[in-house]
C-alpha cells in the first residue's frame, strides 16, 4: 500500500503560519516525520496570498520522497509539477467530475505522466450516499481519462469518507465502493482514501483506534493508498505487518482476520478474538460500529 503523508497541511493554524513566515525548521521538521512513508501531500489550499508561488520554497524542501500535489488551484498544481524532478512519480491530489476542473487535470496528468487523485464528486451531486452514485461518478471520470489517454495504473479513485459522527452509514459505503472499484476495471485502477476523515471530530482518545481499524478493512476491500498522519507509528507498522503477514501476538492475528473477512465477504461474528484482552474487544466494538451493526456514540469503547 502507498502511504502519503498528511502532516503539511494548511487546516492546521501551525501549518499555515509557517507556509505564510517560510519557517524551513519548521517545515523541515514535519518533512522528517514523514520520512518512513512513500509520499508527503503538500496542502496549500488556494495558494493565494501569503501562499502565492508557495511550492517553489516548499518542493525544494523535500528530499527523497515522492510528492502529493495538494491545491484547489490547477496552476499552482502546475508550478509544482515544473520543479519536480520526477512528476511521474508523483500525484494530482485532486480532481472531482466537475468538467473545467476534470479537463484541466487531465491534461496535466497526461503531460507530466504523473498519477491523478480522483474523487467521487461533483458539484451537482456532492458525495453520493451510495457506492452505486458514486460508481456512477467515477465511471464518467475513467470515461474521461482513458479518452486522454491516461494509463489505468496512474488514476486512484477516493470514494470520499463521511466522518462517522456525521453519517455512520457512509464509512461501509466507501468500504463498498472500494470493493466494486477493484472488480469493475480491467486493467485494474487504484483506489485512495483520506483515512482521518473517519475519525474528524471524535474524541481524541479514539481516533486513532478508528483510523486503525477502518484502515485495516479498507486493506481488506483492496485499498491501494491511503493519505495518513505520519505521527501514528503503530498505524504504519499495522500496515506493513499486514502486507508482510507476519503477526507479532495475537492482536496482529485480529487485524489479519478483520482484513480476510472483509477480502472474503464474510461476517464479522464469525471472527474470533480474545475477550479477555480489552484492546481486543475495542478493536471488535470499532469494527461493529464502522460496519454500520451497532449505533455510534462517543463512549462506544465502554458500553
Not at 518512513?36 to 511550492?55: A, Q, T, Y
Not at 464518467?140 to 488514476?155: H, T
Not at 495518513?228 to 507509528?233: P, S
Amino acid at each position: 500500500m502507498i502511504l502519503i503523508g498528511e502532516n503539511i497541511h494548511i487546516i492546521s493554524k501551525s501549518v499555515r503560519e509557517a507556509l505564510e513566515n517560510r519557517d524551513e525548521n519548521f517545515v523541515k521538521n514535519l518533512i522528517k516525520i514523514q520520512e518512513n512513508l512513500n509520499c508527503v501531500d503538500l496542502n496549500i489550499g488556494p495558494s493565494r496570498g501569503k501562499l502565492d508561488n508557495i511550492f517553489q520554497w516548499l518542493i525544494p524542501l523535500v528530499k527523497n520522497q515522492n510528492i502529493s500535489l495538494d491545491s484547489t488551484n490547477a496552476d499552482a498544481i502546475e508550478q509544482g509539477l515544473k520543479l519536480i524532478q520526477n512528476p511521474e512519480n508523483c500525484f494530482i491530489n485532486s480532481t472531482s467530475k466537475d468538467e473545467e476542473k476534470l479537463e484541466k487535470l487531465t491534461d496535466l496528468a497526461v503531460k507530466y505522466q504523473c498519477n491523478l487523485i480522483a474523487l467521487s464528486l461533483s458539484k451537482e451531486t456532492g458525495i453520493p450516499k451510495t457506492s452505486d452514485g458514486r460508481m456512477e461518478i467515477i465511471f464518467e471520470i475513467y470515461e474521461k481519462c482513458m479518452e486522454k489517454g491516461i494509463d489505468s495504473n496512474k488514476i486512484f479513485f477516493d470514494p470520499l469518507i463521511l466522518p462517522l459522527n456525521v453519517d455512520q452509514s457512509q464509512a461501509l459505503e466507501a468500504l463498498n465502493t472500494i470493493q466494486i472499484v477493484k472488480e469493475s476495471f480491467d486493467p485494474q485502477v487504484n483506489t485512495i482514501i483520506g483515512l482521518s476523515n473517519i475519525s474528524n471530530g471524535l474524541p481524541k482518545d479514539i481516533k486513532q483506534l478508528v483510523n486503525r481499524v477502518y484502515l485495516v478493512l479498507a486493506f481488506g476491500a483492496g485499498l491501494d493508498a491511503a493519505i495518513i498522519d505520519a505521527k501514528d507509528t503503530e498505524l504504519v507498522r499495522i500496515i506493513k505487518m499486514l502486507e508482510t503477514n507476519s503477526p507479532n501476538d495475537s492482536t496482529d492475528n485480529l487485524y489479519i482476520n478483520l482484513a480476510n473477512m472483509i477480502k472474503n465477504f464474510e461476517d464479522l461474528t464469525e471472527i474470533k478474538f480474545d475477550k479477555n484482552s480489552i484492546d481486543e474487544q475495542n478493536i471488535i466494538k470499532t469494527a461493529t460500529i464502522l460496519l454500520n451493526k451497532k449505533i455510534y456514540s462517543d463512549s462506544f469503547t465502554q458500553v
